[in-house]
Nanobody, 122 residues
Framework: QLQASGGGLVQAGGSLRLSCGAS????????IGWFRQAPGKQRDFVAV????????AYADNVKGRFSISRDDAKTTVYLRLNNLKPEDSAVYYC?????????????????WGQGTQVTVSS
């Protein structure tokens, strides 16, 4: 089970840190991805961190602004959002998979959190 938190309302240029907490065993063997979905749009890949955090991957439109990390002892993955833009506004979801190590496709993820709203004002 996954639970995303940390969203909120922030001005453009601001920062947030999202958390994805997990329950259950073998957390360290899962790749954890973050996706986001704006109203009326498809759910898009944001970032993913496999068991080896050195090979994390990012969507091009967040690279250099967002940073993903994991703390397996706390069974939590973090997504740091810096220099936020209004177009980053969306519901952010975390998801877990053991099918692949760095998938950008939603259908490769088995478990999903409930989402947390990020709103960036201009």
């Amino acid at each position: 089970q996954l639970q995303a938190s940390g969203g909120g309302l922030v001005q453009a240029g601001g920062s947030l840190r999202l958390s994805c907490g997990a329950s259950g065993r073998a957390f360290s063997s899962y790749a954890i991805g973050w996706f986001r979905q704006a109203p009326g749009k498809q759910r898009d890949f944001v970032a993913v961190i496999p068991w080896n955090p050195n090979v994390a991957a990012y969507a091009d439109n967040v690279k250099g602004r967002f940073s993903i990390s994991r703390d397996d002892a706390k069974t939590t993955v973090y997504l740091r959002l810096n220099n936020l833009k209004p177009e980053d506004s969306a519901v952010y979801y975390c998801a877990a998979t053991r099918k692949t190590i760095r998938s950008r496709e939603t259908n490769n993820y088995d478990y999903w959190g409930q989402g947390t709203q990020v709103t960036v004002s201009s």
